[in-house]
């Protein structure tokens, strides 16, 4: 039995909101990472530079 039109509207609606969800999270995750790679060098550097002084001790 298929479903009705006003079914059928409902689930292609959610379908595409859920997509469209979907397509933001990935865009903001690319960002984030672009970033995070931008800043790579100095975030590594302090990271060894703390293990460092905690080593010191």
Same mark, same amino acid.
């Given at each position: 039995? *298929?479903?009705?039109? /006003?079914? +059928? ?6 379908? #595409? +909101?859920?997509? *469209?969800?979907? *397509?933001? $999270?990935?865009?903001?995750? +690319? !960002?984030? %990472? +672009?970033? %995070?790679?931008?800043?790579?060098? $100095? *975030?590594?550097?302090?990271? #060894?530079?703390? #293990?460092?002084? !905690?080593? /010191? #001790?």
């Amino acid at each position: 039995m *298929l479903p009705s039109a /006003g079914n +059928r509207s409902e689930f292609i609606e959610q379908a #595409l +909101r859920s997509h *469209l969800a979907h *397509l933001v $999270r990935q865009e903001i995750s +690319r !960002q984030d %990472l +672009r970033i %995070l790679n931008e800043h790579a060098d $100095r *975030l590594n550097e302090e990271a #060894l530079d703390t #293990l460092a002084y !905690q080593t /010191g #001790l």
